[in-house]
């Protein structure tokens, strides 16, 4: 079967104005973003005689950038990173309560992200 050339050309017209719909729809489909800058949250510290239990949100897991630091000021300067860790998990971390570190501020690190300072009175 032969088309005619004017045939051919309204089924091209028809071709651009679909593709163009198409590409119309695409651009405004929403899109789906990685959120990479939540921040460690610390919502409580609690020291008990061998150590001290913080609890909240975005802790990640452990490694090289991921500590505890205890005597800090209410910055979050300052302080003793702890090496005892006894347990992590993204809401909770126990850490050995160490002598002699006094009373100050404890915070989080994850992945070199520092968290809020709460009091820790040790």
Known sequence: MVRS????VKLLRHLVLLGLALLLLAACAPTTTVQD???PT????????DVIVLQGRYFGAPGETSYVVIGADSSGQGGFRIPDVREWSPNRIVVGAPNGVG?????VVVDGVRSNALPSNR
């Not at 009373?103 to 915070?107: I, K, P, Q, S, Y």
């Open 103 to 107: 009373v100050g501020f404890a915070l």
């Open 37 to 39: 800058n939540i921040l």
């Open 42 to 49: 610390l919502v409580s510290v609690t020291v008990r005689q």
């Open 5 to 8: 050339k004017e045939a051919i």
